[in-house]
């Protein structure tokens, strides 16, 4: 028997009690528009992107979390993340000001309970051989958590 997860993300203890319920919301407007989602999915590059997404055609989008006008300011690693996606968005609480996000990425505008898409990402297409090391690591992740919830005595978090 699968025992259902208490968070749509895995909690580590990093994120805040906003980045959460923004992760939430943006998970559940991805879900919407056809998306299948992972939350901190280890990258080639060694960074950790807070959501990775996948459409039905393979299409990637990275979405970085920021709750606070601080934490945006204090985390410049984003544009990084550009050469692991095919669009590039930003997640924020409706508190913090659009204004502060770069007009090359996305935005979306996220509560506990929903999302909006706020601005479209700009697409930057993947080279192939990177978009299939990408989706072989999403599966595996994803496939990984899977089997981490139907055996809770196993030892599967270290390898997704």
Do not use: N
């Amino acid at each position: 028997m699968l025992v259902a997860p208490t968070s749509a993300t895995p909690g580590d203890g990093r994120q805040s009690p906003t980045a959460l319920a923004v992760a939430r919301g943006t998970q559940r407007l991805l879900h919407s528009l056809g998306l299948a989602c992972v939350s901190e999915l280890p990258l080639a590059s060694g960074r950790r992107a807070d959501l990775v997404a996948i459409g039905g055609g393979g299409e990637v989008w990275i979405i970085e979390i920021k709750s606070s006008v601080e934490d945006f300011r204090a985390d410049q690693k984003w544009p990084d993340y550009r050469a692991h996606c095919d669009r590039l968005f930003f997640a924020t609480a409706p508190h913090v000001p659009a204004a502060i996000f770069p007009a090359d990425a996305g935005l979306i505008l996220a509560d506990e309970f929903g999302a909006a898409l706020v601005r479209e990402a700009p697409e930057h297409r993947l080279h192939a051989a990177t978009r299939r090391s990408l989706l072989l690591a999403f599966a595996r992740a994803a496939a990984l958590r899977l089997q981490a919830l139907a055996d809770p005595g196993g030892c599967y978090e270290a390898l997704g």
